[in-house]
């Protein structure tokens, strides 16, 4: 359920219907916008008296959430949430660009990678330390000293990191990382994704799953803001499905059918989706045409050395051509790169 307050409704007002709501057991949620003040109810909302809250001087509209998902509902928040990480936005009418290797593998590789993407106008740097695999006998990254080496890129070009956690074992070494990724297999770790809602202040960029709903999807999101941080990132990446041209099927309606139904920006990951170099550009375009909030892309210095993933990581010089189209495209979505 959801509270409409007035825009003329007093803030000490709002304060002392959220704590009367509170002690009556209710779990609430206050999200403030411009031009109103909304109060997420959660709980045995078949007890509350519709007819009273929407009889009170302050309230404009009580409106019942249909959806499993609360937190992460249009309903909840009619703003787009907007995520600033040192500067650097995504979501409303900014786009964001997160790009880098699949896995770190060396000081060179890492700093010279990021000043490429920094030098090209990617505003974040991606790399993966903790690595999951399919095989237990690949290069499963190199964990701790990886974070370390994230960080240096970072000290050397400004740019904000992203990297993706593995367990609930690994938050301490995630205290300077930026943004934290949530894999498309931990999407449904539910412990994990409780962990990094009650105990991480930094934005999670949470992946879909292989074979995840929508609403599933949503509903993991929901796991991260239940547990007070609200500042999730949605990362389309392709699902599994009978199709074998591609790695996996980039669902490009996912993009629109969730800028319906969340104020979450939504990324679009067309690396992992198809596996393939050369389809990255044209899924870039798709997908900004589409209304995604950013794009999360594969480089590496020299893909055919790279240690995982380099049939669709591209190189520098492609990320650069790649980057004209994108600051093409959002000057025609009216979008600020």
Same mark, same amino acid.
């Given at each position: ?8 409704? %007093?803030?000490? @007002? ?9 002690? &009556? ?6 999200? @403030? ?7 997420? $109810?959660? =709980?045995?909302?078949? @007890? ?153 202040? &930094? %934005?999670? $960029? ?11 999807? /949503? ?38 059918? /969730?800028?319906? #139904? ?31 909030? =950013? ?11 790279? $240690?995982?993933?380099?049939? &669709?990581?591209?190189? %520098?010089?492609?990320? #650069? ?13 009216? @979008?600020? /790169?």
């Amino acid at each position: 359920m959801i509270i409409v307050c007035k825009p003329s409704a %007093p803030e000490e @007002k709002i304060d002392a219907l959220t704590a009367e709501l509170n002690k &009556q057991g209710y779990e609430t949620h206050v999200s @403030k916008g411009k031009m109103s003040t909304i109060i997420g $109810l959660i =709980g045995d909302v078949l @007890k509350v008296n519709k007819e009273s809250l929407e009889a009170m001087d302050i309230v404009e509209m009580v409106q019942r959430v249909s959806e499993p998902y609360k937190l992460a509902s249009n309903k909840f928040r009619n703003v787009p949430t907007v995520i600033d990480v040192c500067g650097n936005k995504i979501g409303g009418e900014n786009f964001a660009v997160i790009a880098g290797p699949c896995s770190v593998e060396s000081e060179e590789q890492v700093v010279d990678c990021a000043k490429a993407i920094k030098k090209a106008g990617g505003t974040f740097f991606r790399g993966g330390a903790f690595k999951p695999r399919s095989s237990p006998y690949v290069f499963r990254g190199l964990k701790e000293k990886g974070i370390e080496l994230l960080l240096l890129a970072k000290k050397e070009t400004g740019l904000p990191i992203v990297s993706e956690i593995m367990s609930v074992e690994h938050l301490d070494y995630f205290n300077d990382i930026d943004i934290i990724q949530v894999g498309a297999r931990n999407m449904q770790n539910f412990e994990l994704l409780s962990e990094l809602g009650q105990h991480t202040k &930094q %934005p999670i $960029l949470l992946k879909r799953g292989l074979a995840n709903t929508i609403e599933e999807w /949503l509903m993991s999101a929901e796991y991260i803001m239940s547990g007070g941080n609200p500042n999730v990132i949605l990362c389309e990446r392709g699902i599994r499905t009978f199709e074998t041209a591609t790695r996996n099927t980039l669902d490009i309606s996912a993009v629109p059918v /969730l800028a319906a #139904a969340t104020h979450l920006p939504i990324v679009v990951d067309p690396s992992h989706a198809t596996g393939k170099a050369s389809l990255i550009r044209p899924l870039a375009k798709a997908s900004i045409a589409a209304g995604c909030d =950013g794009l999360m892309l594969e480089v590496h210095p020299a893909p055919e050395k790279a $240690l995982c993933d380099g049939a &669709q990581s591209i190189t %520098p010089t492609h990320f #650069a051509e790649i980057m004209k189209d994108v600051k093409t495209l959002c000057d025609i979505e009216n @979008k600020k /790169l």
